[in-house]
């Protein structure tokens, strides 16, 4: 990053200390903000030359605002959250167990795969509507759809990395006699994990879109029919601004949840160049 000179003072120790203005610059230099900046103003000229019926950064900004700061919203959210953390813990514990069955079993691999394949086919939607319709209305309904849609793509990220593993690294434990803990600690997760990661990333968000999809057609409480019903009084502010809502969610269970558990568990790996830097 190139260093402005003007935007530093000195300090006791004879190095320079970025004042305000530098870090407003190197703020305002980010990708990342530059990138929001121009999503803004390209949706800001869409919606006012454009597209008569999209409501304005502003109105969206108000909805959100009124959204977050009433209570329906985080007892909704609440609800919603209990419906992912269920539906995505139940699919990462059947997608762990059948994806390493699979991989070390050819038995089990010839009876699960094409079922896998074709569990993989299925549209979401769809599972979700034959789900309602063999079950009805109700919790149940929620979790079986989640879990049909939302394992096989689990399944296959775990699978993969079983056909992977390193058959020479099992045979060094077993001359070196380590025991069936170790094994599993030291030789068999280091090689799973990323797969793992990878799984339980994807597996939480697909379990998040869909629950917000059954929620608009089978549910009277939840995220997904707070947008649904904004949706039906035709009020596309408030149907972005729910939908922001859920996604800022999601934003901030990636940063502080999995990018924080990803930096600790491969810590050792070295550091990708930065694409930005100059």
Excluded: C
């Excluded at 004879?14 to 980010?30: C, D, L, Q, W």
């Excluded at 009433?70 to 059947?94: C, H, K, N, P």
């Excluded at 068999?188 to 608009?216: D, I």
């Amino acid at each position: 990053m190139t260093i402005d000179t003007e935007a530093r003072t000195p300090t006791t120790d004879g190095t320079r200390a970025r004042t305000p203005r530098g870090i407003v610059r190197s703020v305002g230099t980010h990708p990342l903000v530059q990138s929001l900046v121009v999503t803004v103003a390209v949706w800001w000229g869409l919606s006012e030359w454009f597209f008569i019926f999209l409501p304005t950064p502003l109105e969206v900004g108000a909805a959100f605002v009124d959204a977050v700061t009433s209570a329906e919203f985080y007892a909704d959210l609440v609800v919603t959250l209990r419906r992912v953390v269920l539906a995505w813990i139940g699919a990462m514990i059947i997608a762990v167990v059948l994806g390493i069955a699979m991989g070390r079993s050819w038995l089990i691999e010839a009876i699960a795969h094409p079922w896998v394949f074709v569990s993989l086919a299925l549209p979401g939607p769809l599972v979700v509507l034959f789900s309602i319709l063999a079950l009805g209305l109700g919790e149940l309904t929620t979790m079986v759809a989640l879990l049909i849609v939302v394992t096989p793509f689990v399944v296959t990220f775990v699978y993969d990395a079983t056909r992977a593993l390193d058959s020479r690294l099992d045979e060094m434990s077993i001359v070196y006699q380590m025991t069936a803990r170790d094994r599993v600690r030291h030789v068999f997760l280091p090689q799973m994990a990323p797969a793992l990661m990878a799984g339980a990333r994807f597996g939480f968000a697909m379990s998040w879109k869909l629950v917000v999809l059954v929620e608009a057609l089978s549910s009277n409480v939840g995220i997904g029919e707070r947008i649904q019903f904004f949706f039906v009084f035709n009020d596309p502010a408030r149907v972005i601004a729910w939908t922001l809502t859920f996604t800022v969610v999601m934003v901030i269970v990636e940063v502080f949840g999995f990018q924080a558990l990803d930096r600790r568990l491969f810590a050792w790996r070295p550091e990708a160049p930065h694409l930005f830097k100059t």
